[in-house]
């Protein structure tokens, strides 16, 4: 299963988020070698400061996307707030970037 998660900043989260950036970044990519995680990328403000994040992940289950969320260093040091999750579908074109092909 796809998942598309937009997790908003917390207003005042800019220093927690680089405080927990290395440890994040390390989950990230145990979850990319793992194969579901698949594009992660920092959403900017219009002054170029980090305020967000993207992630497309590629899962075997809704909770398994719930736990990978919850144990994310920017969920436990409160860096994030609002986060949207929809489901989605990686299109055809870009299945080479899936460790499973056809998932």
């Known amino acids: 299963m796809q998942f598309v998660?937009?997790?908003?900043?917390?207003?005042?989260a800019l220093e927690r988020r680089m405080a927990a950036r290395e440890e994040h970044l390390a989950k990230v990519q145990g979850a990319a070698d793992r194969g579901e995680e698949i594009v992660g990328a920092a959403l900017q403000d219009?002054?170029?400061?980090?305020?967000g994040s993207m992630l497309l992940f590629d899962v075997e289950s809704r909770e398994r996307l719930d736990e990978l969320i919850a144990n994310d260093p920017y969920t436990k040091q409160q860096v994030w707030g609002e986060i949207t999750v929809m489901p989605c579908k990686v299109?055809?074109?870009?299945a080479h970037l899936l460790k499973v092909k056809g998932s």
């Open 46 to 51: 219009e002054n170029g400061k980090m305020c």
């Open 91 to 94: 299109a055809p074109v870009f």
């Open 5 to 12: 998660v937009i997790a908003k900043d917390q207003p005042d």
